[in-house]
């Protein structure tokens, strides 16, 4: 083993060109096993109401609920309600749609869950220039006027 001091690799240098970015759209046939708290919570959607699932073995309430826990390996299936209110704990903004402003996903806690789970943010805070300070803010979940049972029932506006 040498003391002579290793030299560091050379940093690479930029691109020479501009990312260039394509639309593109794919297809993907999907097989997969429906969770038995599937249709509950849909169900529940149906009805207007957010439900969760507590895990027996710690308490805490999983949002969308599945009746497995990962961290407990412990089977779920006690439905408990959550929301509608909730906070943001963090965020993703998608810029450029052609079809209309850009598309804001955030990860809310509902209130009386322990998880935050993804859901579309709508109404004038989707064209903030910076959405970083919605982190930590308080938002709601509004239902369609007809839920029919899916994800698209709900979505999140900002409290007041």
Not at 21 to 35: E, I, N, T
Not at 40 to 56: M, Q
Request: charged fraction near 25%.
């Amino acid at each position: 083993m040498s003391d002579a001091p290793t030299k560091a690799p050379a940093a690479k240098a930029p691109p020479a060109e501009d990312f260039v970015f394509v639309d593109a759209g794919w297809s993907l046939h999907q097989s997969y096993r429906r969770d038995p708290l599937q249709a509950p919570f849909f169900a529940a959607l149906k009805e207007k109401r957010l439900v969760g699932v507590r895990d027996p073995s710690n308490g805490r309430v999983l949002f969308p609920p599945r009746s497995f826990a990962e961290e407990s390996f412990t089977p779920l299936s006690e439905l408990v309600p959550v929301g509608p209110g909730g906070v943001i704990r963090t965020l993703t903004r998608v810029p450029g749609r052609k079809d209309g402003p850009p598309l804001m996903v955030v990860f809310v806690q509902l209130d009386g869950a322990d998880s935050a789970a993804a859901g579309r943010l709508k109404g004038p805070a989707v064209e903030m220039e910076n959405p970083l300070p919605l982190i930590g803010a308080r938002c709601r979940a509004v239902f369609a006027d007809d839920p029919a049972g899916g994800w698209g029932d709900f979505w999140y506006q900002l409290e007041g």
